[in-house]
């Protein structure tokens, strides 16, 4: 199993469309979680971090499920500026940051 | 605000060349780490740093090294390269150990061994 799976995608929505993301993790021990976006040839940045109560940021929702070691990502209302590869990212040791990272969900927003 | 700066962002090298990967970061951060992202595939880490003249290995640091002489500063070295090492190249920094630690990323390096 892999440590970090995610849907593999692609999801393409049209625009005002609600679209959930999920991502499990092999590692019970894990401690923090996040969702990184990533546009096409550029470098990941962070989204949101992942907490234990869930959490929301304007139309994105994040939740946690650590009995079943998923996560999830909602986008609601999706725009057109939401395309991109979502990477779903867990710290499995915070001591030494070692964030593993899953392979991505691409999301492409058409009009 | 220059952040994690990486040099160069193109390279192409031939089997057996080696080069160094340049990585400075300006935000005074205790750790830093060498990501590799192959198409489709996530990002993996080859080594990271938890401080000056601490480096450890990540999941696939065969074929590379890695030197963290300042706090600033974190190169990659590739000695003898090959094909299996053509990716994207990203160095990251963070402020620390502790949960919900956000890394920030380089622009990343394109690397092609022939």
């Known amino acids: 199993r892999k440590e970090v799976e995610q849907d593999p995608g692609p999801f393409n929505v049209p625009e005002g469309a609600t679209v959930a993301f999920n991502c499990t993790y092999s590692?019970?021990?894990?401690?923090?979680f996040f969702w990184y976006r990533q546009d096409c040839r550029k470098e990941p940045k962070l989204l949101m971090s992942v907490y234990s109560s869930g959490n929301e940021d304007g139309r994105f929702t994040a939740q946690l499920n650590r009995a079943s070691q998923y996560i999830s990502l909602l986008i609601r209302d999706s725009k057109l500026s939401d395309s991109a590869t979502y990477l779903c990212?867990?710290?499995?040791?915070?001591?030494?940051?070692?964030?593993?990272f899953g392979a991505g969900t691409r999301l492409t927003v058409k009009p | 605000n220059a952040g994690v700066t990486q040099t160069p962002k193109f390279r192409i090298l031939k089997i057996g060349q080696s080069m160094t990967l340049q990585c400075t970061q300006d935000?005074?951060?205790?750790?830093m780490y060498w990501y590799r992202q192959d198409p489709g595939m996530g990002l993996k880490l080859i080594y990271y740093s938890v401080g000056a003249g601490i480096t450890d290995k990540g999941e696939v640091p065969n074929g590379y090294n890695v030197s963290r002489s300042t706090t600033e500063d974190f190169p990659l070295r590739l000695e003898l390269a090959a094909p299996s090492q053509t990716s994207v190249y990203f160095c990251?920094?963070?402020?620390?150990?502790?949960?919900?630690?956000?890394?920030?990323f380089g622009q990343g390096t394109r690397l092609t061994v022939v």
């Open positions: 990251a920094s963070s402020p620390g150990q502790g949960l919900n630690t956000e890394a920030f």
């Open positions: 590692n019970s021990a894990s401690q923090s």
């Open positions: 990212v867990v710290n499995m040791d915070p001591w030494n940051n070692d964030m593993r």
């Open positions: 935000m005074n951060h205790n750790y």
